[in-house]
């Protein structure tokens, strides 16, 4: 079946520009997850979204972070006024409900590099 | 809170040898032990992980991981490694109960292959 998809795949802008990344998880996972891979942090949690409870943001880095997750299933994870530490690889990921046992199941990730 | 410690930030290895790709936690709580693998230009893939019962993990590509709770230790194991096996390698954990499972991931392994 289809899995985690992210897009875009890449992206460049500019310092002080607004950036939107899209997560389409897998159908019927009802956790979804963001973190972000950059060289300086590796890899870190940023929010997490459970069915219709309020997300989980406790790793997002300030406040200029910010992501929803409309009708259960797509998320998107907007960074307003980037900056150049913003860049990095963000990677999305979704679980099954509570059979899932822990297990996430991760996107490709989107490359977002900041100039 | 949780914390991974990958003391080998790379492995370099010749085809066939065996390796062992070390991983250290400390947590208050029990958690759940995962090994990622990333390919280049991709995303996070499942190799195994610990949930409970034997502590000897058997995964994908030949892998397994042995939990040992004294040293609070989750390493990785190959008998006989391939070129394709080339990648990087993430230790993770997640607390069983609370915190949504979200991962917090060591930094690292680069494990290259050499003919």
């Known amino acids: 079946g289809a899995g985690v998809s992210q897009s875009p795949s890449n992206k460049v802008t500019e310092k002080g520009k607004d950036v939107e990344l899209r997560c389409d998880p897998i159908s019927g996972h009802t956790a979804l997850y963001w973190y972000r891979q950059s060289l300086g942090q590796g890899l870190e949690f940023l929010i997490y979204?459970?069915?219709?409870?309020?997300?989980?943001k406790s790793g997002l880095p300030s406040d200029r972070f910010s992501a929803e997750r409309t009708g259960g299933s797509v998320s998107t994870l907007t960074i307003q006024r980037t900056q150049q530490e913003d860049s990095a690889v963000y990677l999305c990921?979704?679980?099954?409900?509570?059979?899932?046992?822990?297990?996430?199941?991760f996107g490709p990730g989107t490359r977002l590099l900041v100039l | 809170a949780q914390s991974v410690t990958q003391l080998d930030s790379q492995v370099p290895v010749f085809e066939e040898a065996p390796v062992e790709l070390r991983c250290n936690y400390s947590?208050?709580?029990?958690?759940?032990l995962f090994w990622y693998v990333q390919y280049p230009n991709q995303g996070l893939q499942l190799l195994l992980k610990y949930l409970s019962g034997s502590t000897l993990v058997k995964g994908i590509n030949g892998f397994e991981a042995e939990f040992n709770k004294s040293q609070t230790s989750f390493h990785l194991r190959k008998p006989s490694v391939h070129i394709s096996d080339t990648a990087e390698y993430f230790c993770?954990?997640?607390?069983?109960?609370?915190?949504?499972?979200?991962?917090?991931f060591g930094t690292g392994t680069q494990l290259k292959v050499e003919l």
């Open positions: 990921a979704s679980r099954p409900p509570s059979g899932g046992l822990g297990t996430q199941y």
């Open positions: 993770a954990v997640s607390e069983v109960t609370g915190g949504g499972n979200k991962l917090t």
């Open positions: 947590s208050s709580v029990s958690v759940y």
């Open positions: 979204f459970q069915g219709n409870s309020a997300p989980d």
